[in-house]
């Protein structure tokens, strides 16, 4: 008996979402398979592969980033810029840590208009992420839709508490796309894209963020998550779980001990850059073959890295 | 047609004599027909019933047991394709690469890196668990490094990675008392290679230049009646390794067919050609897809943080309960004096939180109420690690007669509580500590020094 490759047909499909406009716009999803079985059928657009910026100065990141964004941080639409220009990721990935009510709690107003500077300044596609507290976070994100008007930016995102305030701002009064936000749990997912599109949002405008850990920190439940989010999608063609999926894996991974201590603490331990990178590449690594359609990453090796892999298992 | 736990209850002695590690027979039967385990493991079995039952009912993949003593482990037994549907239970292993063409000093570094690398995390060693020896033509090195790794004393199964059978000979002469893999078995010498293997039962990897060829081998070499395997998944390029580590994985798990139910090898540092950094990217993405041994190139910090972490968590058993039991602990000898520190009943948080104290060497009483077995934001999340939870353990604990100190620090990530907690514990003053479990070290520090 020969060998017979082994196919699994699936039903059901991953919808495309476009992000940004013009020429650097950037399409997600479309696969009919799990993450690169080219064995079984379509595996849809490219992952894309976002840097992640931040509206005030980038004070707890490594050393090396700090002196590699030191001329131009204190200008977010420059830094954006020089990130696109330097490191040309797919995308910019703007997160208003300013804005959090409980530190310099920068009003939405002033979000809005750094937003727009940026989105201005750069070809490649904006996703605004805001400070996951649910109440500003919509305030923020009201504001944001209308001075990014035409930009097709990605609002990431909207969750149980506010997807009203940000599903009518950013899908429906002006056309961008919303992220759908739950915490590591199928059922939660699938509710929130319904009530998204009870709203009105149309289910080619919602991105899903289905949750994140670093590794080693809950990872597990990430992983199976993932892994029957896609297979309802596949398998039972539920529709309401057929949006891309985005992964802001630096927003997890660079807060933990293997990526924070410093080299006095942990002596034996060696650089924390490469730690730091390590823990990074390893958990994008791990979402990609899970089924992320989109990931946010700091570290610019992390990036040459995970985009190096995706070009290759293609 | 799969049999069912009751089609192979009936045949077994039915004495319930536990032998086989299963409280009653019909237990064992249902585990037998779930693929869990072999039916030889009933000792008690007739010839007849056994020769029945023992190729309809063999697991759709091998578990192997490979190395020796302290440094034996299990590969493959695997019955789901996904973490969800079953635990996973034989994970996968690390074997860094000592090439005859590396000179002494890179052998000795790896050695080293291999020694030093060795911590635990959440209750569980971590460290690289063989030593994979790779024969490219030069015999004398080849020899010498595997002399060397033995001579080190360094913890390790080994792994004879070598096409040239004479060669192989001489290296398994070396570690025979080690019950090593050998891996390089091919279309050209596997014969000899079956008999080498054979002769000392020592697993076999297999490895041909494509799915059709590796399959054709393996009918091969099944027909010669040995069954102790493992498949080199191949190392051209990183598309192929994923798409074969899966096909071999999902051909026996889905389809039943058990010319491809083995453990898998990957060359996941040829692959990587020498980028650090993508080999933590294959490590990973082969943690999730169906490797069993990875072959990488060194071994350090950032590598095993990472990578293992990652495994640890893929690898979960829920059976192993997850949290802890919810009572005072008491860490560095805690006194009458000392300040009380509260957390949740989630196993990763305790292990975590319970050894930055420890570094710290301030004496503390740990309180963890029970908080569902979560993590501090989800407990909270769910209601279970409230002010009132908090409040009512710290009475209910007896840690208000342990100590005379009336401090009690928070996690920094359930700062709001603070308000709650005072208003329900008059007396006790609520420290917020910081977000990170990293920071208490110096946290507690200070706060020792100011009390
Ligand atoms: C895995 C996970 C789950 C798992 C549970 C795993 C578990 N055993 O806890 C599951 C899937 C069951 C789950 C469920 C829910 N989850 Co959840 N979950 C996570 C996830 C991805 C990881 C959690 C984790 O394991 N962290 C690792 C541990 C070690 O962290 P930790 O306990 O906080 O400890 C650290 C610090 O707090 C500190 N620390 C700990 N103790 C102490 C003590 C002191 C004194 C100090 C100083 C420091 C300190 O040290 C540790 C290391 O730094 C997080 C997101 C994330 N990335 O963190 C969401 C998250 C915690 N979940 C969340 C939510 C909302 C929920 C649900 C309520 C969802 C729902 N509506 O059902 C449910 C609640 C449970 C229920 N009702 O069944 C939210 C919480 C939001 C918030 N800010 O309140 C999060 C943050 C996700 C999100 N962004 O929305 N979740
Ligand atoms: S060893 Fe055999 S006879 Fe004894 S309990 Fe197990 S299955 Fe039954």
Redesign the interface.
């Known amino acids: 008996m020969a060998f017979k490759t082994s196919v699994q047909k699936y039903q059901g499909r991953i919808g495309e979402v476009t992000l940004g406009v013009g020429e650097k716009a950037v399409k997600i999803g479309g696969e009919n398979t799990l993450p690169f079985y080219s064995f079984d059928g379509e595996i849809g657009n490219k992952t894309a592969v976002g840097m992640e910026i931040i509206d005030v100065a980038p004070e707890g990141w490594l050393d090396e980033l700090q002196t590699a964004y030191k001329d131009v941080y204190s200008d977010t639409a420059a830094w954006a810029k020089f990130v696109q220009d330097t490191y040309a990721p797919d995308f910019i990935c703007l997160r208003f840590e300013g804005a959090d009510p409980n530190g310099m709690d920068r009003p939405a107003e002033d979000c809005a208009e750094i937003a727009k500077k940026v989105a201005d300044a750069i070809e490649i596609p904006l996703v605004v992420a805001g400070t996951n507290n649910h109440e500003k976070d919509a305030k923020i994100f009201e504001k944001v839709a209308a001075a990014t008007d035409g930009k097709n930016v990605l609002l990431m995102a909207a969750t149980e508490d506010n997807y009203k305030a940000v599903g009518a701002a950013g899908g429906m009064a002006y056309s961008h796309k919303v992220g759908a936000e739950s915490s590591v749990d199928i059922n939660l997912a699938k509710q929130l894209n319904i009530l998204l599109t009870q709203l009105g949002v149309k289910p080619e405008n919602i991105v899903m963020h289905v949750g994140c850990a670093a590794v080693g920190y809950g990872f597990e439940y990430v992983s199976s998550t993932f892994d029957r989010i896609r297979l309802a999608a596949f398998g039972q063609n539920d529709k309401t779980l057929q949006m891309p999926i985005i992964t802001p894996v630096s927003f997890e991974t660079w807060n933990v001990k293997e990526s924070l201590a410093s080299e006095e603490d942990e002596p034996l331990w060696g650089s924390r850059e490469d730690r730091g990178i390590a823990l990074e590449v390893s958990t994008a690594s791990a979402v990609l073959v899970s089924g992320a359609n989109a990931i946010v990453l700091r570290h610019p090796e992390s990036v040459k890295t995970i985009r190096t892999l995706v070009d290759q298992l293609i | 047609m799969a049999l069912t736990g009751l089609d192979i209850f009936k045949l077994t002695p039915k004495k319930n004599c536990k032998d086989c590690g299963f409280p009653t027979c019909l237990a064992f039967s249902m585990k037998v027909a779930a693929g869990g385990i072999e039916i030889e493991k009933c000792p008690h079995m007739s010839e007849e019933n056994l020769s029945k039952l023992s190729e309809s009912t063999a697991p759709p993949m091998k578990a192997l047991t490979v190395g020796a003593g302290a440094n034996e482990y299990k590969l493959g037994g695997e019955t789901v394709l ?3 549907e079953e635990t996973l239970v034989n994970r996968n292993r690390f074997a860094v690469a000592i090439k005859d063409t590396d000179s002494a000093d890179v052998v000795n570094s790896k050695i080293e890196n291999i020694k ?1 690398v060795d911590f635990e ?1 959440i209750g569980e060693r971590m460290k690289a668990e063989f030593a994979a020896f790779i024969y490219t033509g030069n015999k004398e090195a080849y020899i010498a490094n595997i002399k060397a790794v033995l001579a080190s004393g360094a913890e390790l199964a080994y792994m004879v990675v070598c096409e040239d059978v004479a060669v192989a000979k001489e290296a398994l002469e070396l570690l025979k008392d080690t019950n090593p893999i050998l891996h390089g078995a091919t279309a050209a010498n596997y014969e000899q290679m079956v008999d080498v293997a054979a002769a000392g039962k020592y697993a076999l990897g297999l490895r041909a230049d494509s ?2 060829d ?3 081998l393996t ?1 091969k070499v099944q027909s010669k009646d040995y069954k102790e395997l493992l498949l080199d998944a191949g190392s051209k ?3 192929e390794a ?2 074969n580590a ?2 071999i994985r ?2 026996a798990l ?2 039943g067919d058990r ?1 491809f139910g083995y453990p898998s090898i990957i060359f996941v540092n040829d692959l990587a050609k020498d ?4 080999e ?6 082969f ?3 169906y490797g069993s041994i990875l072959v990488i190139e060194d071994m ?4 095993g ?3 293992w ?2 495994r ?3 690898y ?1 058993d829920p059976q192993r309960p997850m949290r802890v039991e919810p009572k005072a602990y008491s860490v560095n000898n805690a006194n009458d004096e000392s300040p009380v520190l509260c957390t949740v009943d989630f196993a ?1 948080t305790y292990f ?1 939180i319970n050894g930055e104290i420890e570094k710290s060497k301030v004496p503390t009483w740990l309180l963890i109420p029970d908080a569902g077995g979560y ?1 501090v934001l ?1 407990a909270w ?1 769910a209601g279970k690690f409230s002010g009132s939870i908090i409040a009512n353990f710290v009475k209910e604990s007896g840690v208000e007669q342990k100590t005379k100190s009336r401090k009690l620090i928070i996690p920094g990530k359930v700062a709001v509580l603070k308000g709650d907690i005072e208003d329900s514990l008059p007396g006790w003053e609520v420290v917020v500590g910081p ?4 920071q208490l070290p110096k946290f507690l520090k200070d706060l020792y020094q100011n009390a």
């Open positions: 996904f973490r969800h030093k995390r799915l059709e590796l399959y054709e009918s390029t990183i598309k994923y798409t899966i096909q999902r051909t889905k389809d010319t980028n650090k950094f993508m933590i990217a294959l490590s990973s993405i943690t999730i897809k350090d910090f950032a590598r943080h990472s990578v972490a990652l640890q968590n893929i979960t990763l975590i993590s989800t999340a977000n990170e479990s990293m």
